[in-house]
């Protein structure tokens, strides 16, 4: 019995070692690439100095790769990426989708083996049964006897065993399931691609939330302390107006300064609930059951390296994801021009019947048929013309496609390296803006107190001081989400190496035995 498994496995290895694969085979197009980013200039992502009470974010070279949110030194946000790593339910639906598709490789692969079908039947059967016949011991029946006659039931009981083995196997001959193996294999590939996209733009999109959020506390402390100052004006003022020296003008203009600013912190927080709410969301909670508490910024973003854009353009995982799906496109090319050329089925059974389980295995009870089948389509009204020509426009689709999303990948890089550059600048004209602003208030208020101006010189001041910090801390906030946009498209430390080879040929055929398949052009 083993000895003819063993020559069956090798007829089947044979069978597929000696085939062909029609099609052309996959090579990646090119894609020009310059050597450098244009807005990476000179000292643009050098450390800046941080304004007085904040402190460096600086990047670790042993951070787990693809946890880049810890470049920022934020437990906080920390916490909030590796619960939407474990929750977040887009992630949670792509990683479903892969496993399906991976389940659908091995799908195809099963079309290397043959089918193998096999029955066994249990029949009973019962004949006659309507009276009783007696016979003699000279074997005359009669319908009386004496004690010595022995009685006969009319009625029989058969039992009767049968098995039934069957086997069918259309060898891959032209590479027709090879092509759809590797199809599938890199439609898998894509959908891995696909999660590690998805996971990126959640844990993106969190960073982003959230540092908004602080940008919005810190935008919430500046106004605070602004309304303290707001309100040591007005108790000056009225102070100036009960010795006469200010009018109640001056007063009901204190008064509206006051609320106007105490009216902007009502906008803060409609902003920040949606920020909340909208962290909630990616980390798998309902908006009731999450808030995150007051936390102004205090760390301006770290400097991030930028690598060159040919060794970037395999750390995007929507550009491998495009890549995949070009593979898998030209693997459709492969499997439409395999149907220009015959099919060979090859079938074999075997059958045993008997009275007996006994009897199945014996020699005049097995009886066996073998045979194959070529078949070739003559004429089909141009329809395997009009699939192939289907199938490579869908491939040339998805070349523009592929090409289209690393142009697109370029452009993300270059508008977040212009963000972070020119807010640099910014940041550093802002800083100084409102410190002369806020010396600038300084020495209004003192002159207020002296007579010397009206009390809307201190509005003035003061409007002017708060929009130029506000504008200061701003630029930090938009830094910190241009900082997180930067890590994103540079594929926030996801490599193509990441994803998982697929094996093509089942592993019953050593590796060793594999050679490359003719491939007969298409």
Known sequence: MMSVMGKFSTLIISLLLASCVVGPNYVRPGVKLSDK???????????????????????????????????????????????????????????????????????????????????????????????????????????????????????????????????????????????????????????????????????????????????????????????????????????????????????????????????????????????????????????????????????????????????????????????????QANAQVGIAIAAYFPTLDLTANISAAGRSLHQLFTHPSVGWSAGLQLAETIFDGGLRDATVRAAKAGYNAQVAAYRQAILTALQDVEDNLIALRLLKEQSVAQNAAAASAKKALQLVFNQYKSGIVPYSSIIVAQITAYNAQKAAYDVVGLQMTAAVGLVKALGGGWSTKDICPIRIYPRVIPDELIRPALVVPG
């Not at 659908?104 to 079908?117: G, H, K, M, T």
């Not at 891959?172 to 399931?177: L, Y």
């Not at 930028?306 to 970037?312: E, I, Y």
């Open 37 to 327: 980013f244009k807005e990476a200039k000179g000292k643009a992502f050098k450390p800046e100095q941080p304004p007085d009470g904040w402190k460096i974010a600086s990047p670790c070279d042993d951070i787990k790769r693809g946890e880049w949110w810890t470049i920022f030194h934020d437990p906080t946000l920390n916490r909030l990426e590796d619960e939407l790593n474990h929750c977040n339910l887009n992630i949670m639906n792509a990683w479903a989708n892969y496993s399906q598709s991976l389940a659908i490789v091995d799908e195809a692969r099963a079309s290397f083996f043959p089918n193998l079908i096999g029955t066994f039947n249990l029949f009973r059967q019962k004949f006659g049964g309507g009276g009783t016949s007696f016979f003699t011991t000279s074997g005359v029946s009669t319908t009386t006897g004496t004690a010595a006659s022995s009685a006969v039931s009319k009625s029989v009981t058969v039992t009767t065993y049968s098995t039934f083995l069957a086997a069918n196997w259309e060898p891959d001959i032209w590479g027709q399931v090879r092509r759809t193996v590797e199809g599938d294999a890199a439609t898998a590939q894509s959908n891995q691609a696909l999660l590690a996209a998805t996971r990126l733009s959640a844990q993106g999109s969190l960073a982003q939330y959230y540092f908004e959020l602080r940008a919005l506390d810190t935008d919430q402390k500046l106004l605070n302390d602004t309304v303290i100052g707001y309100k040591k004006a007005l108790q000056l003022t009225r102070n100036q107006y009960a010795v006469g020296v200010a009018s109640r003008a001056d007063i009901v203009q204190a008064q509206s300064q006051l609320e106007t600013a105490q009216a902007q912190a009502i906008n803060n927080g409609i902003l920040r609930g949606q920020y909340e709410h909208a962290i909630a969301v990616l980390i798998g909670r309902p908006p009731a059951n999450f808030s995150l508490a007051f936390n102004p910024l205090r760390t301006p973003p770290p400097t991030i390296p930028v690598t060159v854009p040919s060794v970037w353009l395999e750390r995007r995982p929507d550009v491998a994801q495009a890549e995949r799906l070009m593979q």
